[in-house]
């Protein structure tokens, strides 16, 4: 079913520079993997326009998320530029790849965290559109542009204000970065402990963190400092994700005697593993002619 925006305050319209319609509202209706349905963490509602909590995140946002925020640090701008270039799930596949290798697990073992962490990362990913598209939250950038129409005393519209990063064709409320991040980064914590420090290049960017649980974190916070998503949508995506992975890792889909309905997640680690491996060897034969190759 096309959507349709209502032109209210509150709710989502179309963002500059694009102004594009509302993308991939289908992802809310997809049968998840290992979820009841698609809003069995629908977290409660975002806060009313004419909230104190509202005002604050409203406030925090404009000063730390604009183009041309004096509040923003070099490095969060460099970590809200890397988040935007590594998108889903290349990012969390190398760091599995990564930590796979180092623990000499078995290839059966390797495939079952792949498909644990897919799983969890797409389930994420329908209860992330539920949420955006049952709630059709205004982006910050709609929000700030338009603040004369919410009501709220304590903010200041600022018809000229843009974002840092370009905002996403699609509801703000729950962040998709940090549902995926904090889901994956759960799942990885749950395989190999979370005090690994790591280091992820993406596109000649490169971030190291203290664990996976810092990571994700990051990736959060990465689009309150883009300037494209309020610290509510943050919270509320990174309790999504945990949500989800825990149900993930309480399923018995992975065990070490897959039940006959299991293969086709497994087959699909077994593919990600093989494929992420061939790709690392490709790439280490590039740098070995001295060309440096980006990693996945």
Known sequence: MPY?????????????????????????????????????????????????????????????????????????????????????????????????????????????????????????????????????????????????LDGNAATVQDAGWSSYVVTPPHPSYVSGHSAIASSAAAILSDAFGDAAPLCIGWASLDRCWGSYTAAGEEAAMSRLWGGIHWRFDN????VLGRSVADWTLGQTAFAAVPEPGSWVMLVVGFGLVGGVMRKRGAASAMRGTGTRASRI
Do not use: C
Request: aromatic letters at 10%; glycine letters at 8%; proline letters at 9%.
């Open 4 to 148: 349709t925006p209502s032109g209210l305050p509150g709710h989502w319209a179309p963002t500059p520079p694009s102004n594009a319609p509302g993308a991939v509202r289908q992802w809310g209706a997809m049968d998840p993997f290992l979820l009841a349905s698609g809003d069995q963490f629908r977290p409660g509602a975002p806060p009313a326009l004419g909230s104190e909590a509202y005002a604050a995140a409203y406030n925090e946002v404009r000063e730390i998320g604009s183009a041309t925020s004096l509040l923003r640090t070099a490095d969060q701008s460099a970590a809200a530029t890397y988040w935007v270039t590594a998108t889903w799930p290349g990012p969390w596949l190398r760091a599995a790849i990564d930590a796979s290798e180092a623990s000499g697990n078995s290839m059966i073992d390797n495939a079952a965290l792949f498909a644990r962490m897919n799983v969890a990362m797409v389930d994420a990913t329908v209860g992330i559109f539920d949420a955006k598209y049952t709630f059709d939250y205004w982006r910050p950038v709609t929000a700030i542009q338009n603040g004369d």
């Open 235 to 238: 919270e509320a995506g990174t």
